[in-house]
């Protein structure tokens, strides 16, 4: 079956610079390493370039203009983040953007274990920055916080936006479950059939 709104053979055309949007915790930066490593395109995690040691932001122009530089210079990529600072200029270049629209509860249960797995094992993130109790769950920058914040706004946003397609050009997926996503996964080769059907 192919991913909601597409046909086959729009769902598995020859992708160049990939798009990938979510709540945190649904898996964009997951999808986008295994794309970027399958089809050999330059992975843009987008966190990785925003925070700096101790949790420093960068400043939205430095962000924008990284992010630009990359989508300028490499010949293939995928991406993967919310930021509206670089919205426009990600979903205009992108020939293909997948949005993870998954379940709320869902999301949270998966945020919930990568955030205790980052925690236990004290996994570094991005320039030195490793998440914490404290920062998880009992400071105003919490992830799960945020996600509750901001679910029906980003979901209105997004359904608008594959509505409207503001760049007339991109093929626009959207998987509601992880089975959909597995299945499109399995019709470009990447994990076998089989698995996709479980």
Not at 89 to 118: E, H, K, M
Not at 166 to 178: E, G, I, Q, S
């Amino acid at each position: 079956m192919p991913a909601h709104g597409q046909t086959p053979a729009a769902s598995t055309r020859t992708m160049r610079r990939v798009y990938i949007i979510g709540l945190s915790g649904s898996g964009k930066t997951t999808l986008s390493a295994r794309l970027a490593e399958h089809y050999g395109f330059h992975h843009i995690e987008i966190d990785a370039l925003n925070w700096g040691p101790g949790w420093q932001m960068a400043p939205k122009d430095e962000l924008l203009a990284k992010v630009q530089a990359i989508v300028g210079s490499a010949p293939a990529w995928v991406a993967d983040g919310n930021y509206s600072v670089l919205r426009s200029t990600l979903w205009q270049a992108a020939d293909t953007i997948i949005w993870l629209d998954y379940p709320l509860l869902f999301v949270l249960s998966r945020l919930w274990r990568r955030t205790w797995g980052r925690i236990f094992r004290r996994t570094e993130l991005w320039n030195g920055n490793r998440e914490t109790l404290r920062g998880a769950l009992f400071s105003r920058d919490s992830l799960f916080l945020y996600v509750l914040r901001v679910y029906r706004k980003r979901r209105c946003l997004y359904a608008q936006l594959f509505t409207e397609k503001p760049n007339p050009h991109a093929v626009y997926l959207r998987f509601r479950n992880t089975a959909e996503t597995e299945r499109w996964l399995a019709a470009q080769g990447i994990i076998e059939g089989e698995r996709a059907q479980r």
